[in-house]
Structures are given as C-alpha cells and as structure tokens.
C-alpha cells in the first residue's frame, strides 16, 4: 500500500479558491491511479470528486467540472486538486485515495476500487 497525507484545507468565502496537496509515499503515482473523494457533514458515503489515472487521463464528477483541476507532479510524487469558484455545497472533509495500475472509469469513481486512503483535510465554504 501506498501511504497518503493531505494538506491545504481550510476555511474560504464562497467563489474563492484552495489548493489541496495529496503527498504519497511507497509508490510512485505515476504508476497509482489517484482520487480526491470527499465526504460532506452528515453524510455516510464519500462522493467522488475527480481522479487522475496512470495514462494521466482525468475523470470528473459532473459537479465539479470546470471549476475544480486534478494534477500530478510525479517529481515530488503529489497530486493535487485545484479548486475554484468554490460553492458551500462543496463543504466537506477532502479525502485522497490510491489504487496501483489503470482503473477504467466506471470503477475510478467508486470509493471501494481504492486500497489507500489518506487522513483527510476539511474544506469549509462559507456564504
């Protein structure tokens, strides 16, 4: 398994912007197909967000498309989640996930295809 630590959560009005940093270790992501899943408050599932896959393809979920960037930087073995025009709605604890290998889409965008998980980093957007 890969080990994972998020950063770069926090507190921001709404329209305005956070990048957040998945660190991994144990495993090139390069090689790890990578997603950030949230999980928003009172809520029992984790929701995709977006995923980067080892072919460097990208997946979207529809409520993050256009305003939200997933990107890796295999140098410093980090993928990161740009996000923008954020809205309340996206209030939630951010999760970064791994998988080695390629995950076709229907399995990238599901929380169970994942076999490391990160500790998580809390994203509050307030109107």
């Known amino acids: 398994q890969v080990q994972l630590v998020e950063s770069g959560g926090g507190l921001v009005q709404a329209g305005g912007s956070l990048r957040l940093s998945c660190a991994a270790s144990g495993r090139a992501v390069s090689d790890t197909t990578v997603g950030w899943f949230r999980q928003a408050p009172g809520k029992e599932q984790k929701e995709s967000v977006a995923v980067k896959r080892t072919r460097s393809s990208t997946v979207y979920a529809d409520s993050v498309k256009g305003r939200f960037t997933i990107s890796r930087d295999n140098a410093k073995n980090t993928v990161y989640l740009q996000m923008n025009s954020l809205k309340p709605e996206d209030t939630a604890v951010y999760y970064c996930?791994?998988?080695?290998?390629?995950?076709?889409?229907?399995?990238?965008?599901?929380?169970?295809?994942?076999?490391?998980w990160g500790q998580g980093t809390q994203v509050t957007v307030s109107s």
């Open positions: 996930a791994a998988s080695p290998g390629y995950l076709i889409t229907s399995q990238a965008m599901v929380a169970e295809s994942y076999d490391s």
